[in-house]
C-alpha cells in the first residue's frame, strides 16, 4: 500500500533519541512516504545517528536553529503535491497519510486537513482535539469535517502549493503559535481548512523542551499577527484580552516587550484579512476565550 502522493517533513533540535523513535515509526507506515528532517543545528549527534539508522531519509543540515523555519527549508525539496508536518516527538498512524490525500484530492478547494492528536503512552486525547472538533467556524457544505481557522503544524497535511504561495511561515515567528499567521494567509488566499476524525497521529511528548520559552514566543507571535492582520478595533481587544489574561511573570512580560519593540516592522508588513476570514477569527477567538484547552499560542 505504498503512497506517493506525500511527504513527511520533520524539524529538530538536540531530541536525537526522540527523533529516532519517529523516524522507526514513519518507516513502518505502509504508505512508505518520502521523508525530509531538517535538523536545526543539534549538538546530540542528531545528524550522524540519522545518516546511519535512516539513510533513506533526506537530511538538511542549515548549521543552526531555524525554528519553524526549517520547514519552509524541507518544503523547497518536497516534489510531492501533499506535505506532511509532524515534530520529532510525534508520528502519523498507519493509513492516515492516504485518508488525508485522499480528501485533498476530493476537495480541490481544501487546503489543510489536521487529525486527532492521541497522546502517549496512554493513549489519551489531547485536550486542544475537542476544540477542533467543536469549533465555531462556519464552513461550505461540502467540507468533509469541520472549518477550522488555524491548523496544528505537529498533526496537519497541506497542500505543497498552497504552503508555497503563501509564502510558509514567517521568519521572524520562530516557533510558538507561528501556525496562526500561516492559517489565515492560506484562508485569505481562498483555502479551507478542516479537521478528520478518522485520522490520528500519536504525540509522545518530549521532556526536552523549554516551555517558559515556549510560552513567551506563543504570546509574543499571537501578538504579531494580531496586529500584522487584524483590523485595528479586534486587534486591541485581543490585546487587552492578552494583557489580562496571561500569567503575570517575567517570561509574559518579555513577551509583550518583544512584541511592542518589533512595532515598525509589524507596521511595515501590516495586511488586514478579507472581511469574511476576520468574521471566522472573531467566531473562533470567542470559542477560545471558554477554552480549558488554550495554550497561549495563537
Not at 18 to 44: H, Y
Request: proline share 8%; net charge positive.
Amino acid at each position: 500500500m505504498t503512497d506517493p502522493r506525500t511527504t513527511v517533513v520533520v524539524i529538530t533540535h538536540n531530541r536525537r533519541p526522540e527523533l529516532l523513535r519517529t523516524l522507526d515509526r514513519l518507516a513502518e507506515l505502509p504508505e512508505r512516504p518520502e521523508i525530509v528532517v531538517t535538523d536545526n543545528g543539534s549538538t546530540d549527534g542528531t545528524a550522524a545517528a540519522v545518516t546511519r539508522h535512516h539513510p533513506g531519509v533526506r537530511l538538511l543540515t542549515p548549521g543552526r536553529n531555524l525554528g519553524a523555519v526549517g520547514r519552509n527549508l524541507a518544503v523547497r525539496h518536497v516534489r510531492t503535491p501533499y506535505v506532511a508536518f509532524c515534530d520529532d516527538d510525534s508520528w502519523w498512524a498507519p493509513g492516515a497519510l492516504s485518508g488525508a490525500a485522499d480528501l485533498l484530492d476530493r476537495h480541490a478547494a481544501l487546503g489543510t486537513v489536521t487529525a486527532r492528536i492521541v497522546v502517549e503512552p496512554d493513549g489519551t486525547e489531547d485536550p486542544i482535539v475537542e476544540e477542533l472538533r467543536n469549533s465555531p467556524v462556519p464552513g461550505p457544505s461540502w467540507l468533509p469535517g469541520p472549518a477550522l481557522g488555524s491548523f496544528l503544524a505537529a498533526a496537519t497535511v497541506l497542500r505543497t502549493d498552497a504552503f508555497r504561495q503563501a509564502g510558509g511561515f514567517h521568519p521572524r515567528l520562530w516557533l510558538g503559535g507561528e501556525e496562526e499567521l500561516l492559517a489565515a494567509d492560506l484562508a485569505a488566499d481562498g483555502w479551507w481548512l478542516t479537521y478528520a476524525e478518522h485520522l490520528t497521529i500519536h504525540h509522545h511528548p518530549s521532556a526536552v523542551r523549554d516551555s517558559r520559552r515556549r510560552r513567551r514566543d506563543g504570546i509574543r507571535n499571537t501578538l504579531w499577527f494580531t496586529w500584522l492582520r487584524r483590523p485595528v478595533r479586534p486587534a486591541l481587544r485581543r490585546t487587552l484580552h492578552l494583557a489580562r489574561t496571561v500569567p503575570r511573570d517575567t517570561a509574559s512580560l518579555r513577551a509583550f516587550a518583544e512584541a511592542a519593540a518589533a512595532l515598525p516592522w509589524v507596521l511595515r508588513e501590516r495586511r488586514t484579512l478579507p472581511p469574511e476570514v476576520e468574521g471566522r477569527l472573531r467566531l473562533l477567538e470567542d470559542s477560545q476565550r471558554r477554552s480549558k484547552a488554550r495554550r497561549y499560542t495563537g
